[in-house]
């Protein structure tokens, strides 16, 4: 049992594994949308009306802003969006967590769940 305690801790050690890491810069791909890439990490976008895609691994990410599409092919991340009416979640990721909430009263998103073990929440809108 030692041993593999130890193998673990050198695993996290070694690879950064176990750790947060700074968010990397969003890149911009030639259809428009905006690819996050970063694994890890705990982040605030501002989607700004833009088609977002994250592809991270284990991340917390909170998209705020009139987010229209939001698609996430990474896997086992913590996602809170705020989201138009209407507007499309689309999961070919696996083992991810969606919460989202609409910016205006209107029709609920098209969640389109492609992945394996996703799962969404709506989130109440104050009024």
Request: with cysteine; glycine share 8%; net charge neutral.
């Amino acid at each position: 049992m030692r041993c593999v305690a130890a193998r673990i801790v050198l695993i996290c050690v070694a690879g950064a594994a176990c750790t947060k890491v700074p968010p990397q810069p969003p890149v911009i791909a030639a259809d428009g949308s905006i690819h996050y890439r970063t694994s890890r990490t705990t982040q605030q976008i501002d989607c700004d009306g833009r088609p977002i895609v994250l592809e991270g691994e284990r991340t917390e990410i909170s998209l705020v802003g009139p987010c229209r599409i939001v698609q996430i092919t990474g896997s086992h991340n913590d996602i809170t969006t705020d989201i138009v009416p209407a507007g499309i979640i689309a999961v070919p990721g696996g083992h991810n967590d969606v919460s989202w909430r609409l910016t205006v009263p209107g029709p609920p998103p098209v969640l389109q769940d492609q992945g394996e073990s996703n799962s969404f929440h709506p989130i109440p809108t104050q009024r």
